[in-house]
C-alpha cells in the first residue's frame, strides 16, 4: 500500500513539473486554386456535315480529308488552351 501511495505522489509530482507551452504562429504554404483564364476554342463546323447521301465517293473522300485536317487543328487549339492554364 506505502508503495501504492509513493507512486502516486511521484506521479503528481511529475505532472506538477511540466511547463506550458508556449504559443507560435507558424507559416504554412498551401497551394490554392486559381480559375483558368484560358480563351474559349469554338467548334468548327466539320465538312463531312454537309455532305449528301448521294454525294460521289470522290466528294465523300475530299470531305474526310478536309475534315482531318479540320480536327488537327481543332485538337492544336485544345492542347494550347490546356497548357496555358497549367
Do not use: F, I, N
Not at 6 to 29: D, F, N, S
Request: with cysteine; glycine share 6%.
Amino acid at each position: 500500500m506505502k508503495w501504492l501511495v509513493l507512486w502516486g505522489l511521484v506521479a503528481l509530482a511529475g505532472c506538477a513539473g511540466q511547463v506550458e507551452p508556449e504559443p507560435r504562429t507558424v507559416r504554412v504554404e498551401v497551394p490554392v486554386a486559381v480559375p483558368c483564364r484560358a480563351p474559349a476554342v469554338e467548334e468548327p463546323s466539320w465538312a463531312t456535315a454537309m455532305l449528301k447521301k448521294g454525294d460521289s465517293l470522290q466528294v465523300k473522300v475530299r470531305a474526310l480529308l478536309a475534315e482531318r485536317q479540320q480536327r488537327l487543328g481543332y485538337e492544336a487549339q485544345l492542347r494550347a488552351a490546356v497548357l496555358a492554364c497549367q
